[in-house]
């Protein structure tokens, strides 16, 4: 069955440092996204990613963050200079249609990030 | 703008009795609804998700989950727990007309022998 994969699966990174966490979307898939949870707390919607540009972004996606698409296979998330509050899992997901009936997002295993 | 609210951080339940998931939603329309689960150290798996067909969802692993829009709630029932049922349980709401899913806060299920 195909499935979202995300690399590292834990990194550990200090402050000020850039990462990046990658993930490999289902293939067929054109939309994609970031979520995250900071532990003991919701899982929360950063980005949404369509056509190689940004489609929505939460509050929480400031400057620090930046998502790409590098080639045909992989979606990227930069945080450029970490803070100790970034550090949470992080989801990435796919979908192949936009908000159309049923459809549902396939979620990653995550990247827990921990910001030292 | 919807939220969710799953009533129980953590439930405990014997093998071989029900588990009851509850979750509520707010949404000025009836919304399309999820339940995820997750397994230790492993992603995301969608159990079942209302679409405005059927109220009543049968899912995976042989749960099932009833919309009821005169109670706001769309609870996760499964008549008799297995040991490989302990996860984290998240109950998601989505605008027919947008992509983003708002979650609950999880509810962690044990189950004991």
């Known amino acids: 069955e195909p499935e979202v994969t995300q690399t590292p699966s834990h990194q550990v990174t200090q402050m000020g440092q850039e990462v990046i966490l990658r993930c490999v979307p289902i293939?067929?898939?054109?939309?994609f996204y970031w979520y995250r949870q900071i532990l003991g707390q919701k899982v929360e919607f950063l980005v949404s990613f369509y056509n190689n540009e940004i489609s929505e972004k939460s509050e929480i996606f400031d400057d620090q963050f930046s998502v790409e698409r590098p080639d045909g296979s992989n979606f990227t998330l930069k945080i450029r200079s970490t803070k100790l509050e970034d550090s949470a899992m992080y989801f990435c997901?796919?979908?192949?249609?936009?908000?159309?009936?049923?459809?549902?997002?396939?979620f990653g295993q995550g990247t827990r990030l921990t910001v030292v | 703008a919807q939220s969710v609210t799953q009533l129980g951080s953590h439930v405990s339940v014997s093998e071989g009795a029900l588990v009851l998931l509850r979750c509520n939603y707010s949404?000025?329309?009836?919304?399309?609804l999820f339940w995820y689960v997750q397994y230790p150290n492993q992603g995301l798996q969608l159990l079942l998700k209302y679409t405005s067909a059927a109220t009543l969802v049968k899912g995976i692993n042989g749960f099932e989950a009833e919309f009821k829009k005169s109670e706001t709630s769309f609870h996760l029932t499964k008549p008799s727990a297995h040991m490989s049922d302990a996860a984290e349980y998240f109950c998601?709401?989505?605008?027919?007309?947008?992509?983003?899913?708002?979650f609950g806060a999880g509810t962690t299920v044990t189950v004991r022998a």
């Open positions: 949404s000025s329309v009836p919304p399309y």
């Open positions: 293939s067929n898939h054109l939309y």
């Open positions: 998601a709401v989505r605008r027919r007309d947008d992509y983003k899913l708002s």
């Open positions: 997901a796919s979908s192949d249609d936009l908000g159309g009936i049923g459809t549902e997002a396939f």
